[in-house]
């Protein structure tokens, strides 16, 4: 990537990157939350070596209806955030592939001459207890993929 003019790496987070515990899912939770170390060490390296034009980024698309989502719905509390919080993947795609391409366009008009890095997040925590609210208050989205 030092060879061409720009370079881009978006590591995908999911469920314990932030920190908080991901019971049943450990292992998943863990290599979440150990893309901040790689993501910071990376940037750190690419400093040491004076590399300029190689962004270091992160990607969260939120709750997606996956395999291994879904097969998690066994309980009345993860089919209520299912309902509440997850969107299908196309849905998920349309929001975030256009803010991914528009961070080379962003780093390039960067004054610095250095690739700040990123964090897109399909799922805000504004977005989250928006649509919490809305559940509890209006019954919105309630039986959306699962039946509660």
């Keep these: ?8 790496v978006f590591n995908m987070d999911g469920a314990g990157a932030d920190g908080n515990a991901t019971p049943r899912m450990a292992a998943y939770g863990a290599s979440k ?6 993501g910071k060490s990376l940037c750190a390296e690419l ?3 004076n590399i300029q034009n190689v ?3 992160n990607l969260s698309p939120g709750m997606v209806t996956t395999e291994l989502l879904m097969a998690g719905a066994d309980t009345p509390t993860a089919k209520f955030f299912i ?3 997850a969107e299908e993947a196309a849905f998920v795609a349309k929001d975030l592939v256009p803010r991914v391409r528009r961070v080379p366009l962003e780093a390039a008009n960067n004054r610095t001459g250095r690739m700040e890095p990123a964090y897109i997040k399909a799922l805000t925590q504004a977005k989250a207890f ?3 609210f809305k559940r ?3 019954g919105d989205r309630k039986n959306r993929f699962v039946q509660e």
């Design 47 to 49: 400093a040491q070596a």
């Design 130 to 132: 928006t649509q919490i």
């Design 83 to 85: 309902n509440c919080l």
């Design 136 to 138: 509890l208050l209006l």
């Design 1 to 8: 990537m030092q060879d061409q003019p720009a370079g881009h």
């Design 55 to 57: 962004g270091i980024h």
């Design 33 to 38: 939350r150990s893309l901040a170390q790689l």
